[in-house]
């Protein structure tokens, strides 16, 4: 069954750092998102994208955040200056259609950041 | 805040009996979702109840929405201890963005 992958599982990095998650959802998925999890606290939606362009996006979705997808595969969160307080379980999710219809989302199994 | 809220916060239970987890929210629905959480991993999805329904199914899970209530529960009968995770709920608002709004999960364990 095809599944949404991310890399790395694992990421450390010092504060003020740049770090690049990667996430390489469902092949024929047109939306994809971005959630995170700080530890013990709920999943918060950080930014959607459709069509090579962001539909969506939440007040955490601040200017040290960004996505791409590089190539037809590969859908990417940069964070560009870490902070402590992204220390956190990033999730990527795509669905085949957009959540208007209803559609089920397909999430990833995560890359947990800590910033030290 | 749209945000679904579960209950209880932890559970504790014996294989093969039924888990009962409940959420409540504040406004206006267009669809409320269920997902489980294995340890450190991620979201998978279960089951999505519109509005407009009332109760579903799907093997062993049973999902019931009360609009009236601003409610929905999510009963596991005969549970297994593979059924071990955190459970949450997200709510989708009617009228605005379709992007799911999680609450802070059911934390369930099933004891072999």
């Known amino acids: 069954e095809p599944e949404v992958t991310q890399t790395p599982s694992h990421q450390v990095t010092q504060m003020g750092q740049e770090v690049i998650l990667r996430c390489v959802p469902i092949?024929?998925?047109?939306?994809f998102y971005w959630y995170r999890q700080i530890l013990g606290q709920k999943v918060e939606f950080l930014v959607s994208?459709?069509?090579?362009?962001?539909?969506?996006k939440s007040e955490i979705f601040d200017d040290q955040f960004s996505v791409e997808r590089p190539d037809g595969s590969n859908f990417t969160l940069k964070i560009r200056s870490t902070k402590l307080e992204d220390s956190a379980m990033y999730f990527c999710?795509?669905?085949?259609?957009?959540?208007?219809?209803?559609?089920?989302?397909?999430f990833g199994p995560g890359t947990r950041l800590l910033v030290l | 805040s749209q945000q679904g809220e579960e209950d209880p916060q932890a559970l504790s239970i014996q294989e093969g009996e039924n888990a009962t987890m409940n959420c409540s929210y504040k406004?206006?629905?267009?669809?409320l979702q269920w997902y489980r959480q294995n340890s450190g991993r991620g979201l998978v999805h279960l089951i999505l109840?519109?509005?407009?329904?009332r109760e579903k199914h799907s093997g062993r899970l049973r999902v019931t929405l009360d609009t009236s209530k601003k409610s929905s529960s999510l009963l596991i009968t005969a549970s297994r201890a593979a059924d071990t995770a955190s459970y949450f709920c997200?709510?989708?608002?009617?009228?605005?963005?379709?992007?799911?709004?999680f609450g802070r999960g059911t934390s369930l364990i099933v004891h072999p």
């Open positions: 999710a795509s669905s085949r259609q957009g959540l208007r219809v209803q559609e089920t989302q397909y």
């Open positions: 092949s024929n998925h047109l939306y």
């Open positions: 994208f459709y069509n090579n362009e962001i539909s969506e």
């Open positions: 406004t206006s629905i267009n669809n």
């Open positions: 109840i519109r509005s407009n329904e």
């Open positions: 997200a709510t989708v608002a009617s009228g605005g963005s379709y992007i799911p709004t």
